[in-house]
């Protein structure tokens, strides 16, 4: 483990240079491949200011899924027309709002539709449908939800989706419409995106559209090695959407979330306690795997640590809060782990470091390693008085 001053720990560290690779690389192809493209964040994926922030003054955009993510990044200084607004949940001031401000607003649901129809407001922004992606276009071990199918957008199976176009086309007063397919994916494939740009390109035929964009949202791997990398991704999206779509005509919006910030976080944590059971050694740190699996499934992490002593045989690694169940990983011929000793997990920045509340202890502060080796903080940790002051209502 490095030298360097250590951080306080618990803490998030966010590296700058990482950020900038990551961003950098789909930048480099969407430039190459598809000018005039935009890559837009996943809020939800991080909704830390500093990034909202930090992809601002990058050029990328902002892409919601609520009115309160909305009003974030409005607060973080991007302009409604360097937004993008998607969800099932849209409150009727947000989404009137992104339609009038500039916005590029794709709907998804039925009172979306019906807000719209009934408000008629004047459109300054770009318009576009979510479609509802039948698991049947994707290889069975690529997508989930076989039986009940996805739960976003119009079906064209069912003509929601064709009945979506033509009340849209009247809305938009013969604007270009827009197209949004994003996909779920377990294994982040490039198939997946071939497969759901070559159903965009069938859409496009068959309702004769020239869309304004096509917005494939996000899920890719980002600075992973021995992963897809972004030239893979575009490239096989471009090729399945030209037979249909001008890219001189059409824009290309990417949504990287945990592309551009999984790889970029850490978590530093110290060693607490060491005790030995009936059973096993019990090491207990200071973070918690609410901090770095929010969907309790990983087994093992990416991490290093400062323990130089000789293997033991087992060491449970435990967080500190007081459910049994805790227990990020079981290290087996391991260097033994004591007090103080360090550990750091690498690649954990999808919806870790905003995800959920305060539980037991509040959420660990967050620091920024700069591209230059400098420090920043840039989310302190909440005082329990500050926790109270929040939570209790005034009289």
């Not at 950020?19 to 935009?38: A, K, T, V």
């Not at 922004?125 to 076989?146: A, I, K, T």
């Not at 990983?329 to 260097?335: A, R």
Request: glycine share 10%; with cysteine.
């Amino acid at each position: 483990m490095s030298t360097e001053a250590l951080f306080p720990t618990p803490c998030f560290v966010i590296r700058e240079e990482l950020l900038s690779e990551n961003i950098g690389g789909f930048r480099q192809e969407l430039d190459r491949l598809w000018p005039g493209s935009r890559l837009a964040y996943s809020v939800k994926t991080n909704s830390l200011p500093w990034i909202l922030s930090w992809m601002k003054d990058q050029d990328v955009d902002a892409e919601v899924v609520s009115d309160e993510e909305y009003e974030l990044a409005l607060l973080c200084g991007f302009p409604d027309d360097r937004i993008v607004f998607n969800g099932p949940v849209k409150g009727r001031q947000a989404l009137l709002r992104g339609v009038s401000s500039g916005a590029v607003v794709n709907l998804d649901s039925r009172s979306d539709l019906e807000i719209l129809v009934r408000e008629k407001p004047a459109v300054a922004g770009r318009l576009g449908l979510r479609v509802n992606m039948n698991p049947d276009l994707f290889s069975p071990e690529d997508v989930g939800y076989q039986q009940d199918g996805f739960r976003f957008g119009y079906s064209e199976e069912t003509g929601a989706l064709a009945e979506a176009v033509d009340l849209l086309s009247g809305i938009t007063d013969g604007k270009s419409l827009g197209l949004h397919i994003h996909v779920n994916s377990v294994t982040r494939s490039p198939r997946v995106y071939a497969a759901s740009a070559g159903y965009a390109a069938r859409l496009v035929r068959k309702y004769g559209l020239t869309p304004a964009y096509v917005d494939i949202g996000g899920g890719f791997f980002g600075g992973v090695p021995g992963k897809p990398s972004p030239e893979e991704y575009v490239r096989v999206i471009r090729d399945a959407l030209v037979p249909a779509v001008d890219p001189d005509r059409t824009r290309l919006i990417l949504e990287p979330g945990s592309a551009a910030v999984g790889s970029a976080v850490e978590l530093h944590t110290a060693v607490l306690d060491v005790k030995d059971t009936a059973r096993g050694r019990i090491v207990t740190t200071d973070g918690s795997r609410i901090h770095i699996d929010p969907l309790w499934q990983k087994s093992r992490y990416l991490f290093t640590s400062s323990a130089s002593r000789p293997p033991v045989p087992r060491q449970v690694v435990c967080g500190y809060t007081c459910m049994d169940h805790d227990r990020l990983m079981v290290l087996e011929n391991q260097p033994e782990l004591s007090v103080g000793d360090r550990i750091v997990y690498h690649r954990v920045g999808n919806y870790t470091v905003t995800f959920g509340g305060p539980f037991i202890r509040p959420f660990p502060p967050v620091w920024v390693r700069r591209a230059d080796g400098s420090r920043l903080l840039v989310r302190k940790q909440m005082t329990v008085r500050e926790y109270y002051g929040m939570e209790t209502a005034e009289s």
